[in-house]
């Protein structure tokens, strides 16, 4: 039922994207003797409706504007010209559907792919992606157990939990100085491996944890689990999972008079939480791997780019779906080839300038040294308060991000 | 002692919202026999419907008591509609059909309703603008606001009206007649068609007005928020005895306080092995025990093969 009215939906925009590359084609045809023109397809998987649709659709955008970009810059790879085609597919957030996507590619024979959105989506189509030989570059995934799995073609952009969790731990115990919490999550793979990393590290600090709860990424009643806490009396409360559930939650929260800060990951740091919290989200924290957007060394450009094509703003990934596109293009570069068998082994060896900043890969896939960023939300906006590099951020004080 | 009493609030909250939906499916079955299992969708369109026009009207800078009244009155206009319209081009033409035949219709309309209204208001969730800062009350120690107080009273001011409504009313009388048997109602000059399509109209007003509380209470509105909210609805119909009335009205009070009871200590009970996440198990478990010992549930009288 879904997908039925969607596969139109996605095939007019696999259709734009290809009519648009036929409608620049004749530009450089004045040139003497044009180039054989090599088509390379990339994949883009994330949801592109249901509740997360926003966050997958820019996802995607972020995609799409860096495959435009690499065909307006007529790239030669192996003495063709490379022609990038995108082939977005919707996984709806749904790990199930994430496997059949991913059949899907590999079948489509995608030379790389950008996704998932979701650590729950991600880890089992790696596997799928994998057995194909087709190279993953997740922008957002945090599940630490996605790069895990032994598979050499699974490369993440972004800080994952074990580094996003504790860097939470961490400035819950030295910058709030908080000496109860409670947690709670979702219930899926993001939101419970993000708050027991934080559960692990605060526990280490010597913090109490004195409540655990769970919900579900379909609920909006928190109330019951709510006053629960309530009756716990925590300094914080910390919340594994995404923005739908997360803004509903602090709403609730001070209806039932709780007064405890509230804290959780890169899921609720968007302009949605917000939008659903209202007047409730004013001083919630969130922390979000990658500098602050407009602090990315590529990042003013990019979002004027991005609203001048698509006409709204930057949700939240669309900068790393960006250099997913451009790691791969880079690697194929090197390599001289479109080939993923040729290309993937230059992949591990990145030394790519993006638009998030310098991105290299460890032996596992993971992004080296990828900074974390708490925000606060002050007057209805996301603030940056600090800015925090996981490797340096065990020991010393986390310096406090420019303004 | 106050957070039990704040968690018996919430439940009884959450219970008035699933009593007053757990009518609709109530007193259709009463009568026809069928579960309607689109009954919840048309809650969600109630609420999404509400929304829709708070939002507008609260963007036009508009005094809160009209939003709310306008809101109110669109909700039920058009959940009303649907309800008469749902009846009479999907369950009409198959009275007389086997009795699979109306209840896969029933689901079919519920997934056309959910689509439908996935097309109009799309796949994200919904904010409800802020009509007022919510007003704070104590009591016991317990805190609550004035619009749990409000949801909870309208909530029973609603439920008892139905009742008198159905014993002492010209058409509460009709209905209970068309209830007991439709053929000899109609032999007695009761236009049954008239009752069922009145019936209709009346459940989808009241699930109407529980869409507008749902999107009060949580602030936010979806397209699938029906299905849950008519599961567990249906549950609380089921847990008083589906086509009773009363019945509907005290499974749903009972479904939301256990609910909210067993979230708030299960945890404490188990020892940590059950989370909070295992409340719908408790509460459907409830279920399975109440109809073990009581199989027509807690009023429902035995009625032979409509059980």
């Known amino acids: ?403 | 002692m106050e957070i039990f009493v704040q968690q018996i609030v919430n439940g009884l909250v959450l219970g008035s919202i699933y009593a007053l939906v757990a009518l609709g499916y109530t007193m259709v079955y009463g009568i026809l026999g069928l579960i309607n299992f689109a009954h919840g969708d048309i809650t969600m369109i109630g609420a999404l419907v509400a929304l829709t026009v708070a939002q507008v009207m609260a963007a036009a800078g508009l005094p809160v008591p009209l939003i709310l009244a306008a809101a109110g009155a669109a909700a039920i206009l058009v959940c009303a509609v649907i309800g008469l319209t749902v009846e009479r081009v999907a369950y009409r033409p198959l009275r007389r059909a086997p009795r699979l035949a109306p209840l896969i219709t029933a689901i079919g309309v519920s997934i056309l309703l959910q689509y439908s209204a996935a097309l109009v208001w799309g796949k994200q969730y919904i904010a409800m603008p802020e009509l007022w800062v919510p007003h704070k009350l104590t009591l016991a120690g317990a805190q609550f606001t004035a619009l749990q107080l409000v949801i909870f009273a309208l909530a029973c001011l609603i439920m008892a009206g139905l009742i008198l409504f159905i014993r002492y009313s010209r058409m509460g009388r009709a209905m209970r007649a068309t209830e007991q048997n439709a053929e000899v109602a109609g032999l007695m000059g009761v236009n049954t068609h008239h009752v069922i399509a009145f019936t209709f109209v009346l459940g989808s007003a009241i699930g109407a007005v529980a869409g507008l509380m749902v999107v009060l209470y949580y602030g936010i509105g979806h397209y699938f928020m029906g299905f849950m909210l008519g599961l567990k609805a249906f549950t609380a119909a089921v847990l008083g005895g589906i086509g009773n009335v009363g019945g509907a009205v005290l499974g749903g009070l009972l479904l939301g306080v256990i609910e909210s009871l067993a979230s708030g200590y299960i945890g404490d009970l188990t020892g940590g092995v059950f989370g909070s996440n295992y409340r719908d198990v408790f509460a459907f478990l409830v279920l399975v025990l109440v109809l073990i010992f009581r199989p027509s549930g807690l009023l429902g009288r035995h009625s032979g093969d409509r059980a």
Request: with cysteine.
């Open chain 1, 1 to 403: 039922m879904k997908t039925a009215f969607l596969k139109p939906l996605l095939l007019s925009v696999a259709g734009s994207v290809l009519l648009w590359g036929c409608g620049k084609e004749p530009a450089p045809a004045p040139k003497p003797a044009a180039k054989p023109v090599q088509t390379v397809k990339i994949g883009s998987a994330s949801p592109l409706t249901g509740p997360q649709a926003h966050i997958g659709i820019d996802i995607r955008n972020g995609v799409q504007l860096a495959i435009d970009d690499a065909n307006a810059a007529a790239i030669e790879i192996g003495g063709k010209q490379l022609k990038l085609e995108l082939v977005a597919e919707d996984d709806e957030a749904n790990p199930t559907k994430a496997t059949t996507v991913a059949q899907k590619l590999a079948d489509a024979k995608v030379a790389a792919v950008v996704g998932h959105f979701n650590s729950g989506a991600s880890i089992p189509a790696s596997k799928i992606y994998s057995d194909a030989g087709i190279p993953q570059i997740s922008p957002s995934s945090t599940n630490p157990k996605y790069t895990q799995q032994g598979f050499k073609t699974t490369f993440r952009v972004v800080a994952h939990d074990d580094q996003q969790g504790p860097t939470l731990a961490r400035f819950a115990e030295k910058t709030l100085k908080v000496k109860t919490v409670a947690v709670i999550d979702d219930s899926t793979a993001y939101g419970q491996g993000l708050a027991e990393a934080f559960e692990k590290t605060v526990t280490a600090a010597g913090i109490k944890v004195v409540a655990r709860e769970h919900t579900t990424d379909k609920d909006t009643d928190f109330k019951a689990i709510l006053t629960r806490i309530k009756g716990k009396n925590p300094d914080l409360i910390m919340f594994g999972g995404i923005d739908p559930q997360a803004g509903p939650m602090i709403k609730q929260m001070k209806q039932l008079g709780i007064k405890a800060k509230y804290i959780g990951g890169d899921g609720m740091q968007t302009p949605n939480f917000i939008k659903l919290a209202g007047d409730a989200a004013e001083g919630a924290m969130a922390s979000i791997p990658g500098l602050p957007k407009e602090q990315m060394p590529g990042g003013k450009a990019f979002l004027e780019k991005y609203k001048a094509k698509f006409n709204q703003d930057v949700e939240l990934f669309a900068p790393m779906g960006y250099d997913a596109v451009m790691v791969f293009i880079d690697a194929m570069k090197r390599a001289q080839s479109t080939d993923p068998v040729k290309f993937l082994p230059e992949i591990g060896k990145t030394a790519y300038q993006g638009v998030i900043g310098p991105i290299a890969f460890d032996d596992k896939g993971d992004l080296k040294n990828g900074p974390i960023t708490i925000y606060v939300v002050k007057e209805g906006k996301w603030e940056p308060l600090e800015t925090v590099s996981p490797g340096a951020a065990a020991e010393q004080p986390p310096a406090p991000a420019a303004k």
